[in-house]
């Protein structure tokens, strides 16, 4: 443990090339899913907070993935004309549209899923259990920032 205490540039380098290599690759399998559909990876990442977070309103959904109302906009429209997620009028405040999964969202959200779920999965089922803790709690800290 003391060796990463004195992480040099280049071990931090090699770190974030390691995670750009991940998230290419992690994010790659779903891509040809998504260009059936004329999608990007925006309209995944959105269907996926809306999965995560059934009722999320437009409000945090803009806030957890860091966009402008605009950009989400085109987005959102894409995806309830392909009848992939449905807003719902707020009982409590008329103003707020909660967003859900359409049926056919959650059927195209699954395909997409699967397609990402063998890497990670094989890499998580590789990897010794407090490996995986240990990592878990690495990107949760540089998501934090801490």
């Known amino acids: 443990m003391k060796d990463l205490l004195y992480l040099k540039d280049d071990q931090i380098k090699e770190f974030i090339q390691l995670l750009y290599y991940a998230?290419?690759?992690?994010?790659?399998?779903?891509?040809?899913?998504?260009?059936?559909?004329?999608?990007?990876?925006?309209?995944?990442?959105?269907?996926?907070?809306?999965?995560?977070?059934?009722?999320?309103?437009?409000?945090?959904?803009?806030?957890?993935?860091?966009?402008?109302?605009?950009?989400?906009?085109?987005?959102?429209?894409?995806?309830?004309?392909?009848k992939m997620i449905k807003q719902i009028q707020d009982d409590s405040d008329t103003r707020k549209k909660n967003l859900f999964l359409d049926k056919e969202g959650k059927i195209f959200f699954d395909l997409l899923y699967n397609s990402q779920k063998k890497r990670i999965f094989n890499a998580l089922k590789n990897s010794s259990s407090d490996s995986v803790i240990k990592f878990k709690g690495v990107l949760k800290k540089i998501i934090d920032g801490k």
């Open 23 to 82: 998230y290419r690759e992690t994010f790659s399998d779903p891509r040809e899913i998504l260009a059936k559909k004329f999608f990007g990876l925006a309209h995944l990442r959105a269907l996926h907070l809306i999965e995560r977070n059934p009722g999320i309103n437009l409000g945090e959904l803009i806030f957890r993935l860091k966009v402008t109302k605009q950009s989400l906009n085109r987005v959102l429209r894409d995806l309830i004309s392909n």
